[in-house]
């Protein structure tokens, strides 16, 4: 008895089973549906449609990558869903771009992936960025404008060039006035024909005169040519020798030491102007009422600052209770013989007192010395709340200390007010409260000024 694997059934069965097998692999290897072995779903909107029918083409660079799955209507516009294979990768800034295929009508969809910096589209997202080059309408419409703008410039064109219709368009008037100009010049030359005749002889004239003269050696144009050649050579010659270092300009260029000298000096003549120009002068005027004397105190300084960290300050001084000088005198009185010493003081009341001082800044603190109202003194100065408060105090006068501290306040751009204690040391004779005010005035503040002043 013969097995079941003998029988000629099961071998003419199993054939067919091999051969289907064999056409459907091979259908699905040269199918273009790329959802046969998976593929990924997108889809996007469109005002136009017309053209595009299911399983229409979907390339990118021109290569089949997909099919349209589906084109319904969404909101009065074309929805188009479509499918593309697992190995195309979109991303956010992907376009979806609807082209011709020939003139018949026939449109596929064309898409770009779009920047790879961009997050990935993930499946079944839209494509928002849609573009339609293959409308034939739209076509036609630019081609209808286009026409129709021809149409209109050749009417323009035809009523220019047309009597009727010459002052309407600038065209037409520039023509019109290019025609009365030629018939003016025509109309003038015809006119002025033996002018014209004459003044073209003068011409022919001057030109044979000038040909004459180059051609005769013995003009003066030849011998100023000749001057301006010799001239030439000369400057030639001043030029050689300057570039073979010869002579104090030769010399100047080539020489090192020369040259290295030049600029020391130019280096130095800068340096200076820079100082000069970086030196800053201010004026400073405040006036102080004296309590215990019931008047008033006066000073005009010049502040004069070559730098950050120093200055000199020169005052004038107009003091109430004047200068006083001490004098010892001996005088003769009875009985004969006997002598008597007196000391005399003298107050000179309309006499000014002078201020020089040498400052120096170390951060918060400046200290001064010099002559302090006509005597020696020394000064420090303390600066709080960003150099907007000064706490001062000054010693002068040794031989009869005078100690003075004051407390001034920049109120706004250079005004200021001021407060004190002259002669702490002698409550007896000059020791006084006194309060008062300011004004200090930089370089800016001064230039400002005088571009004020009317002249």
């Known amino acids: 008895m013969k097995s079941i694997f003998q029988m000629p059934e099961f071998k003419v069965g199993l054939l067919v089973l091999v051969v289907a097998g064999l056409i459907a692999v091979m259908?699905?290897?040269?199918?273009?549906?790329?959802?046969?072995?998976?593929?990924k779903r997108y889809w996007f909107l469109s005002p136009n449609a017309s053209g595009l029918v299911k399983k229409s083409s979907i390339k990118m660079a021109g290569i089949p990558v997909g099919v349209i799955k589906d084109i319904q209507l969404s909101n009065g516009i074309a929805r188009i869903d479509i499918v593309v294979r697992n190995e195309v990768d979109l991303r956010l800034s992907a376009r979806a771009e609807i082209k011709a295929n020939g003139i018949l009508g026939d449109k596929y969809v064309e898409i770009s992936p779009g920047s790879p910096e961009d997050p990935p589209l993930k499946d079944g997202e839209q494509i928002l960025n849609v573009s339609d080059k293959a409308s034939l309408d739209g076509l036609v419409s630019q081609i209808s404008d286009i026409g129709s703008s021809l149409k209109s410039v050749t009417l323009s064109l035809k009523e220019s060039f047309d009597d009727s219709g010459t002052n309407k368009h600038i065209l037409g008037r520039i023509v019109q006035n290019i025609e009365q100009l030629t018939g003016d010049i025509a109309e003038m030359t015809k006119e002025n024909k033996d002018r014209v005749t004459d003044i073209l002889a003068e011409i022919s004239s001057i030109t044979k005169s000038l040909e004459s003269s180059l051609n005769n050696g013995d003009t003066g144009f030849k011998k100023n040519w000749a001057r301006?050649?010799?001239?030439?050579?000369?400057?030639?010659d001043v030029t050689?020798?300057?570039?073979?270092?010869?002579?104090?300009?030769?010399?100047?260029?080539?020489?090192?030491?020369t040259v290295e000298e030049i600029n020391t000096a130019v280096a130095g003549i800068n340096n200076l102007l820079d100082t000069s120009s970086k030196l800053q002068t201010s004026i400073d005027f405040h006036s102080?009422?004296?309590?215990?004397?019931?008047?008033?105190?006066?000073?005009?300084?010049l502040k004069i600052q070559p730098g950050l960290d120093r200055y000199y300050m020169v005052q004038v001084v107009d003091d109430p209770s004047g200068v006083r000088e001490s004098t010892d005198?001996?005088?003769?009185?009875?009985?004969?013989?006997?002598?008597v010493a007196v000391?005399?003081?003298k107050t000179y009341r309309n006499k000014m007192k002078f201020t020089l001082l040498f400052a120096k800044n170390f951060y918060n603190f400046t200290i001064?010395?010099?002559l302090i109202e006509n005597s020696g003194g020394v000064g420090v100065d303390y600066f709080l709340l960003r150099n907007?408060?000064?706490?001062?105090?000054?010693?002068?006068?040794?031989?009869?200390?005078?100690?003075?501290t004051s407390l001034t306040y920049n109120v706004y751009k250079g005004i200021y007010v001021t407060g004190g204690v002259s002669d702490l040391l002698h409550r007896s004779s000059g020791y006084s409260n006194y309060i008062g005010a300011g004004l200090f005035l930089t370089n800016d503040d001064m230039k400002i000024l005088m571009t004020k002043i009317p002249f």
Request: net charge negative; aromatic share 6%; hydrophobic share 25%.
């Open 27 to 39: 259908s699905m290897r040269v199918s273009e549906d790329p959802t046969v072995g998976g593929a």
């Open 368 to 370: 001064r010395g010099g």
């Open 329 to 339: 005198t001996v005088s003769t009185s009875s009985p004969p013989g006997s002598t």
């Open 288 to 301: 102080e009422y004296l309590g215990s004397q019931n008047a008033w105190k006066s000073y005009v300084g």
């Open 228 to 236: 301006l050649d010799h001239i030439l050579k000369n400057i030639e």
């Open 388 to 404: 907007r408060l000064r706490l001062t105090t000054e010693a002068f006068e040794f031989s009869n200390l005078n100690l003075r």
């Open 343 to 345: 000391n005399e003081t």
């Open 240 to 257: 050689n020798k300057i570039n073979r270092g010869e002579g104090t300009i030769g010399k100047l260029v080539h020489d090192e030491t």
